[in-house]
């Protein structure tokens, strides 16, 4: 980015960045959403900035930006478009893990390194898989042939390594989840081109396609028991969810930034304040909620607890159930004028609706958080 005539610093200061940068990702939103066109322009001013290796540690060559700091950039960056803020969050969400267990004493290094030497995007589908996951896996010399379909690949277009997993039957422990990682080069991985959606039409979530794809034992990352819950879900669920969910609060607050416009032409009206006072109400809650699971994360020095997880669910429920409710109150508050595509609220109504997707949606976290309360595990019931 050129400023003055002068080529700026290759990283700047988040919140800086996002005054800079912000504006050009708003310009042709509304055309990439209603052509499904991924936002590529705005991953390489990101790769430009190294904003894709901003979480990993200085000492490693990243950036070294505090976890909080990248959800305020993903709350803000949602304003601009909520498509880019999306699909950036799942990289940093996979980012954000492996510090955690670099911090912690266990492998995540390698990654980060990768990661800050070129701006590696790392791609997940491992939220869509859950307890089961879903393919097929062979043991073959060296490794396992692995087939799947692997859809909401957010960001994969610009993909440089899949994080994902697929189940296996050991001969000797049963059924398993094998949890890897395996660069987007590998023969036999391509995209199956599907993300025709009602929001978020710009994040490039497409079913990612493995036929036959070698993954050798040194890229396996984890091997758990299927259907049942692991501790590593403790740490994945902890980072994801508050840099995820702060790009919903980011829409929602850009929707009454809009409403609050189109009411100043309404004044004379008396039902408007009260519009005003729910509108606010409802947006308050999504906002002190996403402050709470940001405060839960703690700038990733949290135990790895199934209690840190599980109030971070709560409240990632209670902020999609906020966020979602601010944008429709939005609508209601801006009039008629606000059913217009040219007003700006649509666009973000329909993403506000992918946050009740993202796990676990609401009725599936009710479910295990009561199980927790009995003393159940949250998953399953044991033998």
Excluded at 88 to 93: A, I, R, V
Excluded at 153 to 169: D, F, H, K, M, N
Excluded at 254 to 279: N, T
Excluded at 361 to 379: E, S, V
Aim: aromatic share 8%; hydrophobic share 45%.
């Amino acid at each position: 980015i050129r400023k003055g005539g002068a080529v700026m610093a290759e990283f700047l200061d988040l919140q800086a960045l996002t005054q800079i940068i912000g504006p050009r990702f708003a310009e042709g939103a509304i055309e990439r959403d209603q052509g499904d066109v991924f936002v590529s322009k705005n991953y390489a001013a990101l790769k430009e900035h190294k904003v894709f290796s901003a979480l990993v540690p200085a000492g490693l060559g990243g950036g070294g930006v505090r976890y909080s700091s990248m959800c305020a950039f993903l709350r803000r960056l949602a304003h601009y478009c909520p498509s880019t803020a999306l699909a950036l969050s799942m990289h940093q969400h996979l980012v954000a893990a492996a510090v955690y267990h670099h911090l912690n004493g266990r492998p995540g290094q390698k990654l980060l390194e990768r990661v800050a030497a070129d701006e590696t995007v790392l791609i997940s589908t491992g939220a869509n898989d859950w307890m089961e996951s879903s393919g097929a896996a062979e043991r073959v010399d060296g490794g396992f042939r692995v087939n799947a379909r692997k859809p909401f690949g957010s960001g994969s277009p610009a993909g440089g390594i899949l994080a994902t997993s697929v189940p296996y039957r050991d001969p000797a422990e049963g059924w398993q989840v094998v949890h890897f990682v395996v660069p987007f080069a590998a023969p036999g991985l391509s995209l199956a081109n599907d993300w025709h959606s009602l929001g978020m039409r710009a994040t490039g979530s497409h079913t990612i396609v493995l036929e036959d794809v070698f993954v050798p034992d040194g890229a396996v990352a984890l091997r758990r028991p299927r259907g049942r819950y692991h501790p590593a879900w403790n740490v994945i669920l902890t980072v994801a969810m508050p840099l995820i969910m702060s790009v919903y609060v980011g829409a929602a607050e850009a929707a009454a930034a809009i409403a609050r416009d189109q009411a100043s032409k309404r004044q004379g009206d008396p039902v408007v304040p009260y519009l005003l006072g729910e509108l606010t109400n409802e947006l308050t809650a999504a906002q002190l909620a996403i402050d709470d699971m940001v405060r839960l994360a703690n700038d990733l020095d949290f135990a790895m607890t199934l209690e840190v997880a599980d109030a971070v669910l709560v409240r990632k429920t209670i902020v999609a159930g906020h966020a979602l409710a601010t944008v429709e109150k939005a609508l209601e508050v801006a009039g008629g004028a606000g059913f217009h595509r040219r007003t700006g609220l649509e666009r973000f109504l329909r993403d506000a609706h992918g946050a009740q997707f993202h796990p676990l949606p609401a009725k599936r976290q009710h479910r295990f958080t009561g199980r927790i309360a009995l003393g159940l595990d949250p998953i399953a019931d044991t033998a």
